[in-house]
């Protein structure tokens, strides 16, 4: 059964530039949140979605959006990144009730 | 907003030794969780917990759920070099996790 998986694993960018960062759920669950961490910090809240909806946000700004397609999987997206973006970005799935989610081994994002 | 403060920020223990860990918050909630992390890793559920006053095992790690609702500490028991990485207490708030500080765990041999 896999896990969660997430790509690419690694990626670097030019400050100005558009990201798509990319997740697959575990099988069974149907909602995925994303999570910003960084350097010597706590995962950070960015949303989630069930449903192929947008049904939480954290305080992240209109720069970063998503998208869940049917088969649960979900992108996320980063416009005009900027340096502060730089950050290991984690997906994370769980059942619709949010409980024991489990994280993907993320993708370091370095913008320069 | 809402913050988890864990303590301590770093522990240096030699192996063998017992380990304890906790978080607490100002505000109360009612799901308690345990993460570790690895180095370049997402975080991994070690322990759950659901019902205030609830201890937990899973090996040789204990979790409990402090009955004001706004603490947990976890054990750890004759840690191995393995145990190395960085803790996380989380909590559910409508429906999204927030995590604590983390106490990073350093083992020697």
């Known amino acids: 059964d896999a896990g969660v998986t997430q790509s690419p694993t690694h990626l670097i960018k030019t400050r100005g530039q558009q990201v798509t960062l990319r997740c697959s759920p575990k099988?069974?669950?149907?909602?995925v949140s994303w999570y910003q961490q960084a350097l010597g910090q706590g995962p950070q809240f960015i949303f989630q979605?069930?449903?192929?909806?947008?049904?939480q946000r954290g305080n992240f700004p209109d720069r970063f959006s998503g998208h869940q397609f049917p088969n649960y999987s979900s992108e996320l997206n980063v416009n005009a990144l900027l340096l502060g973006d730089s950050a290991l970005y984690l997906c994370?799935?769980?059942?619709?009730?949010?409980?024991?989610?489990?994280f993907g081994q993320g993708t370091r994002l370095t913008v320069v | 907003g809402q913050q988890l403060n864990q303590s301590p920020q770093s522990m240096f223990i030699q192996e063998g030794e017992d380990v304890s860990m906790n978080c607490t918050s100002s505000?109360?909630?009612?799901?308690w969780l345990w993460y570790k992390q690895d180095p370049g890793e997402g975080p991994v559920l070690l322990i759950a917990?659901?019902?205030?006053?609830e201890l937990t095992s899973n090996g040789r790690l204990t979790a409990q759920f402090g009955i004001t609702r706004k603490d947990s500490f976890l054990n750890i028991s004759a840690s191995i070099p393995s145990d190395v990485g960085i803790y996380f207490c989380?909590?559910?708030?409508?429906?999204?996790?927030?995590f604590g500080t983390g106490t990073r765990l350093q083992v020697f041999p």
């Open positions: 994370a799935s769980s059942f619709e009730d949010g409980t024991e989610a489990f």
């Open positions: 099988s069974g669950h149907d909602t």
């Open positions: 979605y069930y449903e192929e909806e947008e049904r």
């Open positions: 505000s109360i909630f009612n799901t």
């Open positions: 917990l659901y019902k205030a006053g």
């Open positions: 989380a909590v559910y708030n409508t429906d999204k996790l927030i």
